[in-house]
């Protein structure tokens, strides 16, 4: 398996996704995470999925001289394996869920 770097790691937004697709991903019962403004170093040991409540956020992903910006009503993956500045202007909540990797049905 050659690796190409971080260039495949890509963040994907979806912007105020549909309420049905929201109940579909049972969002309501995922634990919830917060932060106040500020720059943070995240690093991504599993996929994540989260829909953010409030906030907006700038990520910088490694390698990369573009940003992704984000905020509230976004639904957002980050794969897994990415380590990026968050660059928090407005104070985030959201729901998260980390993709098990017990799922490995290929």
């Known amino acids: 398996m050659a690796d190409g ?3 495949n790691l890509r963040i994907i937004v979806e ?3 549909p309420e049905s697709k929201l109940n579909e991903l049972n969002i309501k019962c995922w634990p919830k995470w ?3 403004p500020g720059k943070f170093q995240l690093k991504f040991d599993a996929e994540e999925t989260c829909y953010l409540l ?3 956020v700038k990520v ?3 390698g990369s ?3 992704v910006e984000f905020g509230a009503g976004d639904l957002v993956t980050i794969p897994k394996g ?3 500045p968050w660059d928090v202007s407005v104070a985030v909540d959201k729901y998260y869920k980390f993709e ?3 799922s490995s049905s290929s």
Do not use: A, I, M
Request: aromatic share 8%; net charge positive.
């Open 5 to 7: 770097g971080s260039n």
């Open 15 to 17: 912007r105020n996704p």
């Open 34 to 36: 917060g932060c106040s």
């Open 54 to 56: 409030k906030g907006k």
């Open 60 to 62: 910088y992903p490694k």
């Open 65 to 67: 001289s573009d940003w």
């Open 82 to 84: 990415l380590s990026c």
């Open 100 to 102: 098990s990797t017990s």
